[in-house]
DNA sequence: CGCGCTGTTGAAACTTGTCAAAGTTTGTGG
DNA sequence: CCACAAACTTTGACAAGTTTCAACAGCGCG
């Protein structure tokens, strides 16, 4: 099963589309959500094989997106939600006056989209941090599936459950905590996501710039950078530009719930 | 239709149960959501008469939550959602070290309980902040309807979706937004939605304390209580505790997006 | 190879938080 | 219905944390 010495089941995270042999067998195989190595992370969730067979004729098209380019942008008109498969993105909305926030970090197994449902018009712009793929999911194919197929509406409730307690835990970030420990909780974050995903959990490379950690975090980009610094006199982090090992788990953790850790 | 004098389609937002004949008929009168004047505000929304009144039976119980009580709590087992009906609620989340955050507030046609489809256990704690009432709808006739009645289940979708939204709008408020921008922003969407309601958009009560609206905004609150004081010395609002007054919503709405008029 | 974007660091300014005290309102029980 | 206690609000003075401004270093892309 696993020790071959390959990735297994690990996607490489690295930019797509350079062409080689092994690149082109895989997106051959796997067109469906049944042979995609995501699925326990994606829509298919708790769905069994048989009922993630059912899936597959939702996913239609594939989408490539460049680093930096949109996969779509606040007013665009809704018809898909997108499935990350491969790279990075990060979702952000626009005030009139032209501030903007980044809202979240999508990696491989995570919906894009959900946003549009409301009005029928995308409110978020949604970019690409690296040259990414996508699955394209019509959204009145996945309604009418969901009709004849109860699993999968389940499952759709919950994905967009999650994300409304995912936004939830943010509002508590950027809501009552202070930098260190946002960052903190952040990096945590960053790390589950990647283990759940077959990475390290204590090494990575950040995809986002420290303005754009920033602004995710409400917080500028020196202050980000400063807590990164400090992290490091600690040795609670090694870092070196984007690239980042957790030296002390432990201590990490503890930044986060240090305020009052008796109550 | 209108102008007889009475509320028309107004509900009071005093504390309901003082056990009037007047309310006593209205709760007989009221039990679908084809009776309730609320129904453009809440699930029922773009539906039409005839899909409303298939709405009506999932609406089985009411309930009544005295203020202070709890609705659910974070960690209940999840099998309803609940629209107001007639009062006021916060939700929040608490962190393990006990420090908490306002997510939220809701009043008459808003849902709550969205946050415990995900586990199937709620992570919020839903708490009213005056005597109140919902309308419980199991978790599990809602899908049952919706799987047999497709505009039902588009217009949860929306609900949901919405809910994405509104909280993408708290993140930029309290990631990039200063004290008074927050407060500004915060009493305008009250106002709004007092409006949508029937009630004055320019003078209402508020039904959370300083510390709470703090919560919700991520500031303490005596700085809520300093930019309230500062905003009724520059002639924008009467306060008097909790009732307040707008008296120059231009003003206020120039308060929110002063930052840079230009770009 | 150089220009621009990104990241780091320092010092000063500013916003918000903390602590404290006093006033006000609300709720409860006699 | 009044009195008292608890909860809430306001305000001031001061402290702390974060932002702002500025300068410079490093890396990557053209």
Redesign the interface.
């Known amino acids: 099963m696993s020790g071959t010495g390959t990735h297994g089941n690990a996607i490489p995270i690295t930019p797509v589309g350079r062409g080689t042999a092994k690149g082109a067998l895989r997106t051959q195989l796997q067109t469906a959500c049944s042979a995609c190595n995501l699925h326990e992370l994606c829509m298919p969730g708790g769905l069994s094989a048989e009922e993630v067979s059912k899936l597959d004729s939702l996913v239609a098209a594939r989408r490539r997106v460049k680093k930096g380019e949109a996969l779509f942008r606040a007013g665009d008109a809704f018809d898909a939600l997108y499935a990350v498969r491969l790279g990075f993105f990060k979702t952000r909305?626009t005030?009139?006056?032209?501030?903007?926030?980044v809202?979240g970090f999508q990696m491989p197994g995570e919906l894009l989209g959900?946003?549009?449902?409301?009005?029928e018009r995308h409110?978020?712009d949604a970019v690409a941090l690296e040259d990414s793929e996508v699955c394209t999911i019509a959204y009145s194919d996945l309604?009418r599936l969901?009709?004849e197929f109860?699993p999968l509406?389940?499952q759709f409730?919950?994905v967009?459950?999650?994300?409304?307690?995912r936004?939830?835990?943010?509002?508590?970030l950027?809501?009552?905590m202070r930098a260190e420990e946002r960052l903190a909780t952040f990096l945590l974050n960053l790390a589950n996501r990647f283990r759940s995903r077959g990475y390290s959990q204590a090494e990575f490379v950040l995809r986002m710039t420290r303005e754009e950690i920033g602004?995710?975090?409400?917080l500028k980009l020196e202050t980000v950078s400063r807590c990164f610094s400090r992290f490091a006199d600690e040795g609670l982090l090694a870092v070196n530009n984007k690239s980042v090992r957790i030296l002390d788990l432990d201590k990490l953790k503890a930044v986060v719930?240090?305020?009052?850790?008796g109550?």
């Open positions: 909305v005030a009139e006056d032209g501030r903007d926030q809202t959900l946003d549009g449902i409301a009005t409110s978020v309604e969901s009709q109860v509406q389940h409730h919950k967009m459950s999650r994300e409304i307690v936004e939830n835990g943010v509002m508590m950027l809501g009552s602004s995710y975090l409400g719930g240090d305020c009052r850790p109550i």
